[in-house]
């Protein structure tokens, strides 16, 4: 790494391996690094205070991957990492202790993480176009899924109707009950937290990719980390109880771990809710996946009826 004076120099190395279209494997002198052209539009202001969010992070005893440095070319910016060798096998018990201690770790940050709520970046997500990346609580969770269902109300089916209703006013009573009770700005989270975002060197668990972090809620990760970990949404409902009893192990592991921050089971069954409904009402409600979207749809109002009655909902 010493012999790397240019980190510009890495556009000409050896391509060694390619995760995606831009994020690459590369060597150079021997010497191997992540190449990661930045899709997410950050200013450079924010991504500097991104770096210098992480190296705090790795100055606290967080396993991640450290950003060795970056260059800019054609108004894009290249970050250049450190190459973590691992594999993606997670137990979902081992990440809830990294983020645990995370998230204990990021209160105490001292500095301020400025970075934009909302992003004008074309993607795709599950076969979704959408034009708007979304990392701010309340644009993620509430404005723009209820923003999403009025314009994209044609596709909902007619004999879905009625459940739409239910789900709305269920998912209001929820949203409004978890900004009321718990901070939505309590600490910095990844809030991308999925299988190919955690690397399992030996044993020992690194985040990487922080693009999306943002001052937001504990809660957001710790129910990423649970529902993900399910294949599909019927799945969830089929095997509920046991659902249920995987979240409450995972709320004393993390309590465990982090005194700072304590969950509370009725903060992640409405934070339960709450991910489903944006999800399916910002992502898979459009012209792509409105059949998807109109077949699961009991499926999850049924699942919000449950989690919502173990708040003492009425």
Known sequence: MKKLKDYQELKNAKLVKEYSDSVK????YGENYILKEMKVPLSR??????????QYLIDNGINV????????ENNIFYEVQEFITG????????LIKLLSKFHCVSKKYANNLEKRYVFEVQYKCRGAKLNYLLLGFEEKYYKYPLDNLKRSFIYVSSNNLDTVNKLVKLFNKS???????????STIIHNDVNSTNIIN?????YLIDFDLCIK?????DFVDACMKRYDSIDYIEKKFNDFITNINKNILIYNKYNSNLILQHEGVYLMCIIKLFAFYFYVMLRKENFNIFNENLNVVYRICYYLYNLVGGS
């Open 87 to 94: 594999d993606f096998l997670i137990k979902t018990e081992d």
């Open 45 to 54: 202001k924010e991504l500097l205070n991104q770096h210098t969010y992480i």
């Open 65 to 72: 991957s450290k950003i060795l440095g970056y260059y800019e």
């Open 25 to 28: 494997l590369v060597n150079l």
């Open 175 to 185: 949203y409004n009950m978890f900004v009321n009770k718990y901070d939505i700005n």
């Open 216 to 220: 937001s809620s504990e809660y957001v």
């Open 201 to 205: 060197n030996l044993g020992q668990l």
